[in-house]
């Protein structure tokens, strides 16, 4: 069975900081993507990285995928009030369909 | 851009009686799927439909049932209702099935079996 641990579960930052958050699997993905959902709503995809080694960019978050392509970071500079939310990683790799999500990690970030 | 619409949005249900939630897509997508989420363990499939006329079951399909109704919509039907499946239910849908698609999501439906 495959399974993406993220760490941490939770994060309270100051407005300014910086921060990782991780995703973290014993099996091999083909893909993982990065979710991010506010509360009452759905998962909003933020990226898809595909290729071990891989680093996107989205203005202050950076996205890496492990060269093994069993894990994956994502870094936010300067985090500000709107980055707030739960942060979803996801892996494909079953022969589509069934995209693995974690449990997250909820990052609060106060002005 | 209404992209996928879910109703209700909330529910209270009485153990054994049954429901069922409507999902439906504008985007012409192929393939739709429903997920629960439970604090702690994230997203977990139910069910996914890879295009019109088919479905499979996902990791924890037990105690649910599906209907591709059409190419937009697709509805999960809870026959009895227990208080395990407490939760909130998100439905999806993707261009394809293929690993880097990416998905689209409802708002969810936030259900709870007293």
């Known amino acids: 069975t495959q399974l993406l641990e993220q760490s941490p579960q939770f994060l309270s930052i100051q407005e300014g900081e910086n921060l990782t ?49 069993k894990d994956s970071s994502l870094h936010i500079t300067a ?11 996801a892996g494909a790799g079953g022969g589509g369909f069934k995209t693995i999500f974690g449990a997250g990690t909820r990052l609060f970030v106060k002005a | 851009n209404a992209g996928v619409t879910q109703t209700p949005k909330f529910q209270v249900l009485k153990t054994g009686q049954s429901m069922t939630l409507q999902c ?29 006329g088919t479905t499979d079951k996902g990791e924890v399909p037990n105690g649910y049932n599906v209907s591709r109704l059409n190419k937009r919509e697709f509805s999960l ?8 499946q407490t939760s909130v239910y998100f439905c999806a ?6 690993d880097n698609e990416k998905l689209f999501f409802g708002s969810g439906t936030q259900l709870s079996v007293l």
């Open chain 1, 79 to 89: 985090a500000q009030p709107g980055d707030t939310g739960l942060y979803l990683c």
């Open chain 2, 24 to 52: 439906a897509q504008d985007m012409n997508h192929n393939s739709m799927y429903w997920y629960r989420q439970d604090p702690g363990m994230g997203l977990r499939l139910i069910y996914y439909s890879a295009s019109e």
């Open chain 2, 77 to 84: 039907r809870l026959e009895s209702a227990a208080p395990s």
């Open chain 2, 93 to 98: 849908s993707s261009r394809t099935g293929g």
């Open chain 1, 21 to 69: 958050v991780y995703c973290n699997s014993s099996s091999v993905f083909s893909s993982l993507q990065w979710y991010r959902q506010e509360p009452g709503e759905g998962p909003v995809l933020l990226v898809t990285v595909v290729t071990g080694g891989e680093v996107k960019k989205l203005k202050r978050l950076t996205f890496q995928f492990g060269d093994a392509r």
